[in-house]
């Protein structure tokens, strides 16, 4: 994914200061797991959004220039009506 690009930068440095402040290895660890935690969280938040934008962007689409139906499945339709 394009975002997850900048979502990595960002947590990398993110590492990489922690790297200089903390230099003991298990506090330097712990740093690094909540990072990894951000970084999913992060990646999350941008899939949810683009799924929902797809979704609301097609339904929109097909409010404002509904499917024609084909002529095979309006015969189908038709056959399966009750006339009576």
Known sequence: MFMDF?????QAG???LTDEVYKDK???KV???YID???AFAKMLVRNTIDI????VEAVNNFFYP?????????VKEANTDTQ
């Open 53 to 56: 934008s797809a979704y609301n």
């Open 67 to 75: 499917k024609k139906e084909s002529a095979t499945a309006k015969a």
């Open 37 to 39: 935690a951000q970084t």
């Open 14 to 16: 993110k590492k990489i």
């Open 26 to 28: 298990t506090i330097n």
């Open 31 to 33: 740093c690094h797991n």
């Open 6 to 10: 900048f979502i990595d930068s960002f």
